[in-house]
Nanobody, 125 residues
């Protein structure tokens, strides 16, 4: 079973920075994508940023130029550096990975999803 542990959320003022971390542990053959989603009160969960293995990063338009996603493959950890935070960035941030549990699955089936428990980011104006 794969577990994702997130850290780094908190309360900051507008214009400040935060760095979120998410470490995956458990039985995995490979990780296909790593990313961050967020859900603000009363809104649907939305993709913030994602990294495809061996590929480039994608960002929501609302965070382009302010947020940077990166990963450490050796540690199975994905980071989200959030700069110039705005009040509208206030949300619960969730880490997500799409992974293959074994070699055969990677050949014939879709990747499986795993989610973190969420970490709250509050930006005061």
């Amino acid at each position: 079973q794969v577990q994702l542990v997130e850290s780094g959320g908190g309360l900051v003022q507008a214009g400040a920075s935060l760095r979120l971390s998410c470490t995956a542990s458990g039985s995995m053959f490979s990780i296909n994508t790593m990313g961050w989603y967020r859900q603000a009160p009363g809104k649907q969960r939305e993709l913030v940023a994602s990294l495809i293995s061996g590929g480039s990063a994608d960002y929501a338009d609302s965070v382009k130029g302010r947020f940077t996603i990166s990963k450490d493959n050796a540690k199975n950890t994905v980071y989200l550096q959030m700069d110039s935070l705005k009040s509208e960035d206030t949300a619960v941030y969730y880490c997500n990975i799409a992974y293959y549990p074994d070699y055969l699955t990677s050949l014939y089936k879709n990747a499986l999803d795993a989610w973190g428990q969420g970490t709250l980011v509050t930006v005061s104006s």
